[in-house]
């Protein structure tokens, strides 16, 4: 999908206040030489911008106004390395909740609807995307905020709340504390917006069965804006994304080439009107794919098809590369698991080892299920694991995101 002259002008005007700003990606452009663009091909000639450089520029060194004009900072969620922080105007923060006001909308949300929010605030971009999104709908949020099962379950029961924001670990756990405690009769939720982690079909089929909800899975990163720029409608073949706001492209991770719509690549995003922190060509690592034609839910907005995976997912086991994704795939064809799994990666004996932990219940043979999902992952993988099936329940939930892979080799 070709960016556009309207995308081009808007492109080159957040250059230009790049180049103006003396800001961080501003002095990158320069230096490259590329200040302004009027073609595809020339746009396609752009440096992409990274992490890396996001928190190179730390603190401030991606504000692209006067510090006047910023009424908020947001920062990345990551755990390591320097924090990457982003800086927004009152219209940045206005545009977000436009988009996430859409997102709503694209899943039969109204403002008759109580929303809540079970996603973390403060620095972290989530629980206050919701939220701005919501009142921009007119809708009565309920801001839980993560944890606290207990509290959540009390107001979900007290306030009726038909919509739950959250991340598919958390939206898991509280379906199966909602079975456990016999109280779905006095639960009234009608959808979940799900977003922040890659979940499988098996894990979607089970949280939107036990709940007796409508799923729509969410995009968004904290340094395009947050979750809302995208989000998957009715027809669930796909998630619409907002290109009045973001211009989006698929690229060969590897040599940095667009790709043709419709193959699996990286997505990269340039953010239009951003004033705050505008980037451009920014390398999310999330893979995905541009879908071609018109979605029969009938919206005009482009659609990328649901997050596959990360290019930096990728995990090197006796020379094999192999992705969480394939593994989860393959667990998808046993009906006898529950939808969670963790893979644990170690070093012993001087060779690598893959342990992966499933769920079951006591009326299967655990011995004779191991077996036949370690001959699954040596047939369409190449190794043999180790799979040791367990009680459903034993594997840890999360109020937030679930750890899946768990790489011990170089702690």
Same mark, same amino acid.
């Given at each position: 999908m070709k960016i556009n002259e309207t995308q081009l002008e808007q492109v080159n005007d957040r250059i230009q206040a790049l180049v103006r700003s003396n800001s961080f990606y501003g002095k990158k452009l320069e230096a490259a030489g590329m200040t302004e663009v009027h073609t595809p091909e020339e746009f396609a000639k752009l440096p992409f911008s990274e992490k890396k450089d996001l928190r190179d520029a730390y603190p401030l060194g991606l504000m692209a106004v006067p510090e006047e004009e910023i009424v908020r900072i947001h920062s990345s969620s990551g755990?390591?390395?320097?924090?990457?922080?982003?800086?927004?105007?009152?219209?940045?923060?206005?545009?977000?909740?436009?988009?996430?006001?859409?997102?709503?909308?694209?899943?039969?949300?109204?403002?008759?609807?109580?929303i809540q929010v079970?996603?973390?605030?403060?620095?972290?971009?989530?629980?206050?995307?919701?939220?701005?999104?919501?009142?921009?709908?007119?809708?009565?949020?309920?801001?839980?905020?993560?944890?606290?099962?207990?509290k959540q379950l009390q107001m979900m029961m007290d306030m009726e709340s038909t919509v739950l924001?959250?991340?598919?670990s958390y939206a898991l756990l509280l379906a199966e504390e909602i079975g456990k405690r016999g109280i779905k009769d006095k639960i009234r939720l009608k959808k979940g917006v799900i977003g922040s982690?890659?979940?499988?079909?098996?894990? *979607?089929?089970?949280?939107?069965?036990?709940?007796?909800?409508e799923l729509y899975d969410i995009y968004g990163l904290t340094e395009i804006y947050g979750p809302g720029i995208g989000i998957s409608c009715k027809e669930n073949c796909g998630m619409h994304y907002w290109d009045d706001y973001i211009y989006l492209e698929i690229i060969d991770p590897v040599t940095g080439e667009n790709l043709p719509d419709g193959e699996i690549g990286e997505i990269v995003i340039t953010t239009l009107v951003k004033e705050g922190a505008p980037l451009i060509r920014y390398r999310t690592h999330d893979l995905s794919r541009i879908i071609p034609g018109t979605c029969a839910c009938g919206s005009k907005f482009p659609r990328i098809d649901i997050i596959?995976?990360?290019?930096?997912?990728?995990?090197?086991?006796?020379?094999?590369?192999?992705?969480?994704?394939?593994?989860?795939?393959?667990?998808?064809?046993?009906?006898?698991?529950?939808?969670?799994?963790?893979? *644990?990666?170690?070093?012993?004996?001087?060779?690598?080892?893959?342990?992966?932990?499933?769920?079951?219940?006591?009326?299967?043979?655990?011995?004779?299920?191991?077996?036949?999902?370690?001959?699954?992952?040596?047939?369409?993988i190449?190794?043999?694991?180790?799979?040791?099936?367990?009680?459903?329940?034993?594997?840890?939930?999360?109020?937030?995101?679930?750890?899946?892979?768990?790489?011990? *080799?170089?702690?």
């Open positions: 755990t390591t390395g320097t924090p990457v922080i982003i800086p927004y105007t009152a219209k940045d923060v206005d545009d977000w909740a436009i988009q996430f006001k859409r997102c709503y909308e694209t899943a039969g949300i109204t403002n008759k609807d109580r079970t996603p973390g605030y403060g620095l972290w971009t989530a629980g206050i995307g919701f939220q701005n999104g919501a009142e921009k709908l007119g809708a009565m949020v309920i801001p839980m905020g993560p944890g606290n099962t207990e924001c959250s991340t598919s982690e890659r979940w499988s079909q098996k894990m *979607r089929d089970r949280i939107s069965g036990e709940l007796g909800i596959m995976g990360r290019t930096d997912d990728m995990m090197k086991i006796k020379g094999v590369n192999v992705f969480p994704s394939q593994i989860e795939e393959i667990l998808g064809t046993f009906e006898e698991i529950s939808s969670e799994y963790q893979i *644990r990666i170690s070093h012993l004996d001087g060779k690598d080892t893959m342990r992966i932990y499933v769920e079951s219940t006591g009326d299967v043979d655990f011995a004779d299920l191991s077996r036949r999902i370690a001959e699954q992952v040596k047939s369409r190449g190794f043999t694991p180790i799979v040791k099936v367990v009680e459903v329940g034993v594997l840890p939930r999360s109020t937030k995101k679930t750890a899946r892979v768990i790489d011990e *080799r170089f702690n």
